[in-house]
């Protein structure tokens, strides 16, 4: 019996592609219903939508906003927009809720136990060991019916501390900011009368190591699945999610599953590990090196995936 902790975006996934299958599996988490969890809800149509037809879920089920233009600021460059290669937003918990059904218990996982458990608790890493050297950055956002701006708007600050959002929703807005400062994060947001304000800390860095632990093995933002650049988790997290799944479709063997899963995910790691050494030299100043105009490189491309594209340039000049 697989047990999955966290219906998130990796647990909930997981859950659809492992039943679907026929595999005997179990989903917990102890949130409420429709408990609002803080995310943009901003992703890429186009790498998303791959995950979801393995649900056969449509994206015009969960689609906010898609096809709106992208105005990107950022230190040393003017206001510019961005070519949009598939930025949206989506439901993010209708997804999860078309992923999942009615099938979450609604408690922590029991243990101990020596079935396979999944760890997507995000940032909680609930069942896997605390990680050594964790970086996290704070994140508050908040719902509001109305916005300074219509499109897809990113405001990155100096010296990667982090960046301003403010993405189109069917019927408002989510206005937020990341970084490593809470009073900056705190600034940018104050004017911003909301219906809600949701906060929690994110992880910014991948964890290397304890990605499997025993019988539990990590998924998603709970072991670092995420761009340390933008904080995109989302296609992420499926990416991990559908890698274990086509795992244990493999194999019976827990420890095969673990090695294969490791070998699957490995690539992407390693890039989030170098983005995430990019922004901590930016945030400490250490910056022309040649290490680093190759990261600048691997940025761009992580906004391409997000779903926009500026010019090399201007990130050389934003990020140098
Ligand atoms: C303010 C903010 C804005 C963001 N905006 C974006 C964005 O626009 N686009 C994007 O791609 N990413 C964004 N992210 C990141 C993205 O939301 C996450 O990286 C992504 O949701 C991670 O998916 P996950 O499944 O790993 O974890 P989550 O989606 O966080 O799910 C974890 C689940 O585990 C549950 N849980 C916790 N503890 C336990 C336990 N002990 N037992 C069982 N269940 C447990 C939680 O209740 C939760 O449901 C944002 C993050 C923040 C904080």
């Known amino acids: 019996m697989w047990n999955i902790a966290g219906s998130g975006v990796a647990g909930s996934y997981l859950y659809g592609r492992l039943k679907n299958s026929g595999f005997d599996v179990r989903i917990f988490d102890p949130k409420?219903?429709?408990?609002?969890?803080?995310?943009?809800?901003?992703?890429?149509?186009?790498?998303?939508?791959?995950?979801?037809?393995?649900?056969?879920?449509?994206?015009?089920?969960?689609?906010?906003?898609?096809?709106?233009?992208v105005e990107i600021v950022g230190n040393n460059f003017e206001p510019t927009e961005a070519?949009?290669?598939?930025?949206?937003?989506?439901?993010?918990?209708?997804?999860?809720?078309?992923?999942?059904?009615?099938?979450?218990?609604?408690?922590?996982?029991?243990?101990?136990?020596?079935?396979p458990v999944v760890d997507a608790t995000g940032i909680s890493r609930f069942y896997l060991p605390p990680a050594?050297?964790?970086?996290?950055?704070?994140?508050?956002?908040?719902?509001?019916?109305?916005?300074?701006?219509?499109?897809?708007?990113?405001?990155?600050?100096?010296?990667?501390?982090?960046?301003?959002?403010?993405?189109?929703?069917?019927?408002?807005?989510?206005?937020?900011?990341?970084g490593i400062d809470l009073e900056e994060v705190r600034s940018y947001l104050n004017k911003y009368e909301s219906e809600r304000i949701l906060s929690r800390k994110i992880r910014m860095k991948p964890i290397m190591k304890d990605i499997t632990s025993r019988n539990v093995i990590g998924v998603g933002e709970s072991i670092g699945y995420i761009s340390p650049l933008l904080g995109e988790g989302i296609v992420p997290a499926l990416e991990s999610a559908e890698a274990l799944f086509q795992c244990i479709a493999k194999t019976d063997d827990l420890i095969e599953i673990s090695e294969l899963y490791l070998l699957k995910i490995r690539k992407r790691m390693d890039e989030f590990n170098r983005i995430s050494g990019l922004v901590e030299n930016m945030q400490?100043?250490?910056?022309?090196?040649?290490?680093?105009?190759?990261?600048?490189?691997?940025?761009?491309?992580?906004?391409?995936?997000?779903?926009?594209?500026?010019?090399?340039?201007?990130i050389l000049s934003h990020f140098l």
């Open 83 to 115: 070519r949009n290669f598939g930025l949206c937003t989506i439901n993010k918990m209708k997804m999860e809720q078309l992923m999942v059904g009615d099938s979450v218990i609604h408690s922590k996982c029991p243990g101990p136990t020596d079935d």
């Open 284 to 314: 400490s100043e250490k910056a022309i090196a040649l290490s680093n105009i190759l990261s600048a490189r691997l940025a761009l491309n992580e906004m391409k995936k997000f779903g926009f594209g500026i010019s090399f340039r201007k």
């Open 32 to 69: 409420v219903e429709n408990f609002y969890i803080p995310c943009g809800f901003a992703t890429n149509e186009n790498l998303i939508k791959p995950f979801l037809d393995n649900l056969n879920i449509g994206f015009d089920q969960i689609c906010e906003a898609s096809g709106t233009p």
């Open 132 to 178: 050594v050297g964790d970086k996290k950055m704070y994140a508050m956002e908040k719902v509001c019916s109305t916005s300074d701006h219509k499109n897809f708007y990113f405001y990155f600050f100096p010296k990667g501390r982090g960046y301003f959002w403010s993405f189109p929703l069917k019927g408002g807005y989510h206005i937020g900011a990341g």
